[in-house]
C-alpha cells in the first residue's frame, strides 16, 4: 500500500468523506491493530457526530473531547467538539471550536480544504 505518502489523518478522510461528511473508513474493518494510534481520534469524532445526530449532546461531548485529547490537531475532532457544544447551548465555546477547525482544514492543499472549509464557514456565520 505505498500509494499514499506523508501523514494522511485528515487528508485520507477527505475523499470518503465527500460521499459522506460523517462516514469514516476504517482500513482492515475491525481490524483495531491497522493504524489504531491515528484511527482513535477519528473514530471517536465520527461517533460523536453520531450521537450529536441521536440527540445525546452529553455523550458527544465526552467522546469530542477525547477525540480532541488524542489529536489536538484534527479537524474533525475539533468540528465534532463544535457540534456538541452548539447542541448542549454553548455558542461561544463552539464557534471557538469550529475556529480551531477551519484554521486547521486551511492548512490542508486546496483542493482537500473544499471538503470543511465551506461547511464550517457556515457553521461559524450562523
Known amino acids: ?17 465527500s460521499s459522506d461528511r460523517t462516514r469514516h473508513h476504517r482500513a482492515g474493518a475491525g481490524d483495531e491493530s491497522v493504524q489504531h494510534d491515528d484511527s482513535a481520534p477519528l473514530s471517536r469524532a465520527q461517533n460523536a457526530t453520531e ?8 455523550g458527544a461531548l465526552a467522546l469530542a473531547e477525547q477525540a480532541v485529547a488524542l489529536d489536538p490537531s484534527s ?4 468540528e465534532a467538539r463544535g457540534d456538541a457544544l452548539a447542541a448542549t447551548g454553548r455558542k461561544q465555546e463552539a464557534r471557538h471550536e469550529w475556529d480551531t477547525s477551519l484554521s486547521e482544514a486551511r492548512k490542508l492543499e486546496p483542493g482537500a480544504q473544499t471538503m470543511f472549509v465551506p461547511d464550517l464557514e457556515s457553521k461559524l456565520n450562523k
Open 1 to 17: 500500500m505505498a500509494a499514499f505518502s506523508g501523514p494522511m489523518r485528515e487528508d485520507s478522510v477527505v475523499e470518503r468523506r
Open 51 to 58: 450521537a450529536v445526530g441521536k440527540g445525546d449532546a452529553t
Open 75 to 78: 479537524i474533525l475532532a475539533h
